[in-house]
């Protein structure tokens, strides 16, 4: 979920932080104090976040090809975190709660808010989100043969998130659990039938599933990595029984390598496979996601997507990146390597606050049709 106002100025993003957060500071602590590093005198938020304040105003910047460029606000609350006072996180994942908006330029908008949370020394993880949301999309036909045009759809309803997952043991960061995920959906899709009574189909549908999920988690850090391996497997059913109105079958696996190169020089591998079985609504058919690639471009019942993502620390706190993907829609798997997409691109990172390993910057990507430019705070693959 990316600008250098010039190379001799801090990120815009950095400046946008400070105009909402400077009025927070308490007398007690100075500007200096929460925003100064004491080890470099570089511009950093660690202490801030650690601070009772410690709330982070994000400016989003919705740059999606898929509905447009647009703008809102999340307002983040990292939960006071001894053990990143002392001496760093370790790979802890932090507690976040946050709430969040936006709007964008093809009307898509949402409002809602949640909690990332790790207790017990990390013992338990909890991810919760609560939501309203209307995207503004276009399917392009994928499933049906006989669809060849781009068909416009807007959907719009409550959504949410429940997700608990438990550390089978102490010393392995391995996680088992399930989540839970429903979307009350009303839809609208535009036929492109140019008579008034068949101009647009409009329908409710209710979705639903419960996932098993498998979580390996030895990344020294959660918002930035350097090194460690990530692998999330989650399997399951879409059902009646859970509230939704379409039954399929939902596989998810998803994996990422991080390892330095040098103490300069880091390099991240993402593998994901995606297969959904049944009566799976268009919607939820999964696609290519890669930067550069508009989101449900390229669907199909069974998606793989391969990218690495190479990060050179060139200048004290300053990183370039550069990162290159493919990835191919199937609707069998005996059809791999057929009509494969591939998207990169390049881009920057400053490291915004050292005591949680943060780094925040832009990506400009290139796919197989379009530009596209992306902010990014933390990893490009958070999920």
């Known amino acids: 979920m990316r600008i250098l106002n010039s190379p001799s100025l801090k990120p815009l993003l950095i400046y946008c932080f400070f105009a909402l957060m400077i009025s927070h500071v308490s007398d007690a602590q100075s500007f200096k104090d929460l925003f100064i590093s004491k080890d470099d005198g570089a511009v950093d938020m660690s202490e801030f976040l650690n601070s009772n304040t410690g709330f982070l105003p994000v400016p989003i910047i919705i740059t999606e090809p898929a509905v447009g460029y647009g703008g809102g606000l999340a307002l983040a609350y990292f939960h006071k975190n001894k ?96 989540n839970y995920l429903y979307f009350n959906n009303d839809i609208v899709f535009k036929t492109g039938i140019d008579i008034p009574e068949l101009e647009e189909l409009e329908f409710n549908t209710n979705t639903a599933g419960i996932n098993a999920v498998f979580l390996y988690d030895g990344r020294d850090n959660s918002l930035t990595p350097n090194k460690g391996i990530k692998t999330v497997f989650e399997i399951g059913a879409f059902n009646e029984a859970f509230g939704g109105d379409n039954n399929y079958g939902n596989l998810d696996s998803r994996t990422y390598y ?31 996601s890669l930067r550069g690639i508009p989101a449900l471009r390229y669907q199909n ?60 910057g832009i990506d400009i990507a290139r796919g197989p049709e379009i530009w596209a430019w992306n902010l990014t705070i933390g990893s490009n693959w958070a999920r």
């Open 83 to 178: 053990k990143a006072e002392n001496d760093g996180p370790k790979g802890l994942s932090p507690t976040v709660s946050f709430a969040a908006g936006a709007y964008t330029s093809n009307e898509t908008w949402f409002i809602g808010g949640g909690h990332q949370g790790s207790y017990l020394n990390d013992r338990i993880r909890y991810l919760g989100v609560l939501a309203y949301i209307s995207p503004n999309l276009t399917f392009y036909g994928a499933g049906f043969d006989r669809l060849k045009n781009e068909y416009k759809f807007n959907m719009k309803g409550f959504f949410t998130l429940q997700e608990l997952l438990y550390r089978v043991k102490k010393e392995i960061p391995l996680f088992v659990g399930l």
């Open 301 to 360: 019942e069974n998606v793989y997507t391969l990218e690495t993502e190479w990060r050179w620390n060139f200048l004290k706190r300053w990183s370039v990146v550069g990162f290159v993907g493919a990835g191919e829609a199937l609707q069998d798997y005996g059809d791999v390597f057929q009509d494969i997409k591939v998207a990169g691109g390049t881009g920057f990172r400053y490291f915004l606050a050292k005591q949680y390993g943060l780094h925040a």
């Open 258 to 288: 991080y390892t330095p190169v040098n103490e300069k020089v880091f390099s991240g591998y993402r593998l994901q496979v995606a297969s959904k079985w049944g009566d799976v609504p268009f919607y939820e058919l999964p696609f290519i």
